[in-house]
């Protein structure tokens, strides 16, 4: 049975986020938080099994594209913190994938206090430069006019990136799709994403990690990211790191890719795991 969901808007200090409350709102309040060039639909699975307010990153989706030089980890990190004020939630856990656990890492050094539980899900530090390369593919689809969302969702298919392809990343796309002269093209702005995308290349997000004190979880993929060119969003030299700097979280590894592990059964059932314990009473 599919989870109820609401869209909604929160007006915040850094711009306007879209977001979708999924489950039931009298729980507590998890965040969903989708990765570089991806929106809130992305969480869709995940939230089936832990109730759930996705967000659109500022630039994403449907929330407001804010001028170049106000994007980064921090500066999205504020956002989350602002939108779990806005939905009445002074400790919060997050569900971040991609870009996303790292802005829920940046967030931990804001306020690591006000986070109950963090998951993250195929990204802890660094990529290599064949991800980089493959990651860039998602890139260029952006600003771009296709003839129809047909002709979109081909293409999206053809790259191999997505696998397995099935109905969450139609609706995934098609929530992202807008009608322009000559076709449609995706209301995720290139410009935003870049800005972010170019960040990853000057900055280590292994310095967020001595900020992990909350119960973590890191679900990493145990494919490369395209199946005969390579590529693990977590390196396994990595993983060792952050093992040695955050030695309580618990490591899951999924036989799937980068964009196959938000959806299958063995990352839901270590989510729903994760989220069963009761989360620490706040210290005092």
């Given at each position: ?25 009298g729980r507590g309040l998890v965040l969903g938080i989708p990765?570089?060039?991806?929106n809130l639909v992305s969480m869709t699975a995940i939230a ?68 109950e539980r963090l998951v993250l899900i195929d990204a802890v ?160």
């Amino acid at each position: 049975m599919k989870t109820l969901s609401e869209d909604l808007d929160l007006t915040l200090p850094g711009g306007r986020l879209h977001a979708r409350r999924f489950g039931d709102p009298g729980r507590g309040l998890v965040l969903g938080i989708p990765g570089l060039s991806a929106n809130l639909v992305s969480m869709t699975a995940i939230a089936e099994v832990v109730p759930m307010v996705a967000l659109d990153l500022r630039g994403r989706g449907l929330s407001e594209t804010t001028p170049p030089g106000t994007y980064g980890w921090e500066a999205h990190a504020g956002d989350v913190l602002a939108a779990a004020d806005a939905l009445g939630g002074p400790r919060f856990s997050i569900v971040g994938w991609s870009m996303g656990a790292i802005v829920g890492m940046a967030a931990a050094s804001l306020a690591a206090a006000r986070i109950e539980r963090l998951v993250l899900i195929d990204a802890v530090g660094q990529v290599d430069d064949t991800v980089v390369q493959l990651i860039q593919i998602s890139v260029n689809r952006l600003d771009a006019v296709y003839p129809s969302v047909e002709a979109y969702l081909e293409l999206a298919r053809s790259t191999g990136l997505i696998s397995p392809w099935s109905e969450l990343w139609e609706q995934y796309f098609e929530y992202e799709l807008q009608p322009v002269e000559g076709g449609v093209r995706a209301r995720t702005s290139k410009a935003a994403v870049s800005e972010d995308f170019a960040i990853s290349a000057r900055r280590d997000p292994a310095l967020f990690w001595p900020h992990l004190t909350m119960p973590v979880l890191v679900v990493r993929a145990g494919r490369p990211l395209l199946e005969g060119a390579g590529g693990h969003v977590i390196d396994p030299a990595v993983l060792g790191r952050f093992r040695a700097t955050v030695p309580h979280a618990e490591i899951v590894e999924v036989d799937a890719n980068h964009y196959g592990i938000g959806a299958h059964p063995d990352t839901l059932e270590a989510v729903r795991r994760f989220f069963a314990v009761p989360p620490p009473a706040p210290s005092t």
